[in-house]
């Protein structure tokens, strides 16, 4: 069955970086477009941003845009997010999923100190 497990949350200072890591089992990874997703405490759930199934293509919320980077290495079935210059805003669970069908991993909590 599809498994995705994210790690690399953590809490940082305002300004500071995180680099988050999602390990995909289950499923062919290398084909399948992904994404990550966030959820703040007492906010719906946002999209963060998203790779296509190659790595070549790369979108953002503009919430995002300039600070984060997103990444995938098919070979270590893995997904990647870079987060610099973060913001006590970004402060949430941080979900990675697939793109087209659904499915979710558990979450890592990222926690941002002004």
């Known amino acids: 069955q599809v498994q995705l497990v994210e790690s690399g949350g953590g809490l940082v200072q305002a300004g500071g970086s995180l680099r988050l890591s999602c390990a995909a089992s289950g499923f062919g990874f290398s084909g399948y477009a992904m994404s990550w997703v966030r959820q703040g405490p007492g906010k719906g759930l946002e999209w963060v941003s998203a790779i296509n199934s190659l790595g070549g293509t790369t979108t953002y919320a503009d919430s995002v845009k300039g600070r984060f980077t997103i990444s995938r290495d098919n070979a270590k079935r893995t997904l990647y997010l870079q987060m610099n210059s973060l913001k006590p805003e970004d402060a949430a669970v941080y979900y990675c999923?697939?793109?087209?069908?659904?499915?979710w991993g558990q979450g890592t909590q990222v926690t941002v100190s002004s």
């Open positions: 999923a697939t793109y087209y069908s659904g499915d």
